[in-house]
């Protein structure tokens, strides 16, 4: 079956670590997103990928980074310099960036020790 | 300014009855996409249903219609015999074309359903 899929489900970090969450996608799609959701909000785009070895940053890349090496695969690092990392983080992907449908994976729920 | 407004933040409907959750949206872009997702309480963000701006149709998938009203700048997702698996969050959300760089997705600040038994 096709999809995205993220881990871990729930990640603790302690207080100046820097955590990765991955995000992986077997739907052959260029294109990949990091989204954070704060309680009873809506989406913030961190960074996207259109292509392998390309990213640019969102409205909220301060504090965190991201590598994209291979297609199927976009992980998130949480920086220590990310003062306030508590929050959901989505992953989606689509075929291009313009009007295309965005698929999310199931999120991983950050929390801070 | 707000791109995506959703005005409702929780809305209370009866079991078997429709409902329509409200999304107005602003873009100078001619070329634009709408999009509803839909949240249950495990996080996922499931994709429900599309509309491309050009589209002349109003877009159907099952029990989901997307009321469009482009003059209007509207795009109202409209729930047919409503179940209780849909009581969730319910996000509106439009990508804009090329001419307004057309990488991001915006997302309104979504509406509860509840769905009464």
């Known amino acids: 079956d096709g999809g995205i899929t993220q881990s871990p489900k729930y990640l603790f970090r302690k207080e100046g670590q820097n955590v990765t969450l991955s995000c992986e996608q077997n739907l052959n799609h260029d294109a990949m997103y990091w989204y954070r959701q704060d309680p009873g909000q809506g989406l913030r785009l961190i960074y996207y990928?259109?292509?392998?070895?390309?990213?640019q940053k969102g409205d909220i890349a301060e504090g965190y980074s991201v590598s994209r090496e291979k297609k199927e695969s976009f992980p998130l690092t949480v920086t220590s310099a990310q003062k306030n990392p508590t929050a959901f983080y989505l992953c989606a992907s689509s075929m291009g960036l313009l009007v295309e449908t965005q698929y999310f994976g199931p999120g991983t729920r950050l929390l801070v020790l | 300014a707000q791109k995506i407004t959703q005005t409702q933040p929780g809305m209370f409907v009866q079991e078997k009855e429709a409902v329509t959750l409200d999304c107005t949206y602003d873009?100078?872009?001619?070329?634009?996409?709408l999009f509803w997702y839909k949240q249950p309480s495990s996080g996922e963000m499931i994709f429900l249903i599309y509309q491309g701006s050009y589209d002349q149709q109003n877009a159907t998938e099952g029990r989901y219609s997307l009321n469009f009203q482009k003059a209007r700048k509207s795009a109202n997702l409209v729930i047919s015999a409503s179940q209780l698996g849909d009581s969730a969050m319910y996000f509106c959300a439009m990508r804009e074309g090329r001419l307004a760089g057309g990488f991001k997705t915006i997302f309104g600040a979504g509406t509860r359903l509840f769905v009464k038994a």
């Open positions: 990928s259109q292509i392998v070895n390309d990213f």
């Open positions: 873009t100078s872009d001619p070329s634009y996409g």
